[in-house]
């Protein structure tokens, strides 16, 4: 090391710099600390707050979820009684009422997204809007032999939501104002929805045909064409759960054209009364893993 290196590092360290310079570098690390420690304080409850505001309104959204798939079984289930009664209009307007229930709950749902970003809350209510979506879908085939559009299910899910305001210093009751709240159904819980539709059209194809119904599985099987065809078109561009959804559909496909051969070729050959169980018993030794090409 040079003379002039050893002379300049000798003035620039601490201990010959004056007093007072070295006390004010002392104190502004201090301020820093103390500032930075405060700053950290006064933050974290605040994110804390958030996260936990966050997570009590997802627990919220998966509970009302829970319900809404729960009173949506039940419509299935109810729906599935058309194939045994002469007059299905009275079990129509029965589901119509337990679907009414399961609207306000979806209601609910969209109160708690009032303001906030659905994808962040997706996953907790995604499972309860697809089985909304198989149920309503479920009565509209059998009351239209069609299925209902994701147009006409974002159109019933409109509520009006009635708010108070109040007024200081005022003794007269607070005015209500009428506020209107939607809900949107996304495209891929709509198609979610019409992939599991297509087990319980299979299941009311076998069901209609232990009760004498002989045209009935004809027509799901036109009608389940058509849906298979049509997530054909979409592929692999879709949601990665419709890609998984499609194997169920086709292995439901498969079970209603069987039941179709069957009844045109040996339907003459096995009474009424037996041809419930002959499907029955055939569709058990259907492949799992084999589709429909």
């Not at 300049?8 to 006390?23: E, F, G, I, Q, Y």
């Not at 304080?41 to 309104?57: C, G, R, S």
């Not at 119904?213 to 004809?218: G, H, N, S």
């Not at 959804?245 to 040996?266: I, M």
Request: proline share 4%; with cysteine.
């Amino acid at each position: 090391m040079t003379p002039f290196r050893t002379m300049m590092r000798a003035r620039l360290h601490p201990s010959s710099l004056p007093l007072k310079v070295t006390a004010s570098s002392a104190e502004g690390r201090e301020e820093g600390k103390h500032f930075s420690a405060s700053l950290t304080d006064f933050l974290f409850p605040v994110f804390q707050q958030e996260l936990d505001t966050k997570h009590d309104k997802y627990e919220r959204l998966v509970k009302i979820s829970r319900d809404v798939t729960i009173e949506s079984k039940r419509t299935i289930f109810l729906l599935h009684r058309v194939t045994s009664v002469p007059d299905a209009e009275d079990i129509l307007n029965e589901a119509d009422v337990k679907l009414d229930g399961v609207r306000q709950k979806i209601g609910l749902i969209a109160e708690e997204l009032r303001g906030e970003d659905i994808h962040q809350f997706h996953r907790a209510f995604t499972p309860g809007i697809q089985e909304y979506v198989e149920a309503v879908s479920f009565q509209h085939y059998i009351r239209h032999h069609s299925l209902i559009s994701l147009e006409e299910i974002n159109a019933r899910l409109v509520f009006m939501r009635t708010e108070t305001h109040e007024h200081k210093g005022s003794c007269e009751a607070p005015p209500l104002s009428a506020q209107v709240l939607t809900f949107q159904v996304t495209p891929s819980d709509y198609l979610l929805g019409v992939a599991d539709l297509t087990g319980e059209l299979m299941r009311m194809c076998i069901s209609s045909v232990g009760n004498g119904d002989i045209d009935t599985p004809f027509r799901l099987s036109q009608f389940l064409r058509q849906i298979h065809d049509g997530f054909s078109y979409i592929g692999n561009t879709g949601p990665y759960e419709v890609s998984k959804k499609l194997h169920t559909l086709r292995q439901s496909l498969g079970k209603v054209e069987d039941a179709c051969y069957t009844l045109r070729v040996r339907g003459s050959e096995i009474p009424k009364h037996m041809l419930a169980d002959v499907f029955s018993s055939r569709t058990t030794l259907i492949d799992p893993d084999e589709g429909v090409v």
